[in-house]
């Protein structure tokens, strides 16, 4: 679990070309939420590696345990089997952490765009990565969209797309 690249950030991908995932995203396909098709889509694209970060990896671990009450072995065992498909793991290091930080001071307001720090740790990696993030979280999509980074708008349970 959680292999990744070592350093991850600064490699090329595979394909040449790569889709970086928020967690909400991969919970989504977990659970076959409205955005579960375009995620696997997405996953199963030849032309494109699929990424995420270790944080979103952890709270994908949690929500799915602590929210939706899935058995934690099950959760993992659900994450190890997108990883043998293919899904990188991207270790996050010192500089990714300093960019999220700064995008969360830059964007976060509790009441207007309440963007988790784990958020702003994927933004920073779709920045360092110059690649799409998917999401279907608006404030994470209007930071994405403020910072130059092109966004797979994903629907929400509800079936909303984030504003293009």
């Known amino acids: 679990m959680a292999r990744g690249r070592g350093g991850g950030r600064h490699e090329a991908p595979r394909n040449g070309a790569l889709t970086v995932f928020d967690a909400q995203a991969l919970i989504a396909l977990l659970l076959d939420e409205p955005a579960a098709g375009a995620v696997e889509g997405e996953l199963r694209d030849p032309t494109r590696d699929s990424w995420i970060s270790a944080i979103n990896l952890a709270e994908i671990v949690d929500v799915m345990t602590r929210v939706f009450e899935q058995a934690p072995d099950d959760v993992l065992a659900a994450l190890e089997l997108l990883e043998a498909g293919g899904l990188e793991v991207v270790p996050v290091d010192g500089d990714l952490g300093m960019e999220a930080g700064r995008l969360h001071a830059r964007f976060y307001d509790r009441r207007t765009s309440p963007l988790s720090m784990a958020d702003c740790v994927a933004l920073a990696s779709a920045m360092s990565l110059n690649q799409p993030l998917a999401t279907s979280d ?21 079936g909303r797309s984030p504003a293009s």
């Open 138 to 158: 608006p404030p994470l999509a209007a930071a994405a969209r403020a910072v130059g980074v092109v966004v797979l708008p994903l629907p929400d349970t509800r």
